[in-house]
């Protein structure tokens, strides 16, 4: 069984930064993508950024510019940097992973951009 440990979250006002961290609980497990999702109060599950084994990356528009996404190669970790944070990036943030080709979800950590 993989676990996927999140941690990064928090409140933080508007115009700040955090960095989320995904972990994989093995790390012997073939890297195929890894992704963070968020889902706010009231919305659909969105995708914000995902990295694939070549290191692309893509971003959803309303981050791009703003937030980067980055993996430990060795670990199978992934990161997200999220800097000029606006109150609508409030929501619970999901890392994915597809490890293997076997999909796998966090719990999810919440983010709360607020004055």
């Known amino acids: 069984q993989v676990q996927l440990v999140e941690s990064g979250g928090g409140l933080v006002q508007p115009g700040g930064s955090l960095r989320l961290s995904c972990a994989a609980s093995r790390s012997n497990l073939r890297f195929i993508a890894m992704a963070w999702y968020r889902q706010a109060p009231g919305k659909q599950r969105e995708l914000v950024a995902i990295i694939s084994s070549s290191s692309s990356t893509n971003y959803a528009d309303s981050v791009k510019g703003r937030f980067t996404i980055s993996r430990d190669n060795a670990k199978n970790t992934v990161y997200l940097q999220m800097n000029s944070l606006k109150p609508e990036d409030t929501a619970v943030y999901v890392c994915?992973?597809?490890?293997?080709?076997?999909?796998?979800w966090g719990q999810g950590t919440q983010v709360t951009v607020s004055s």
């Open positions: 994915y992973a597809n490890l293997s080709w076997r999909d796998y």
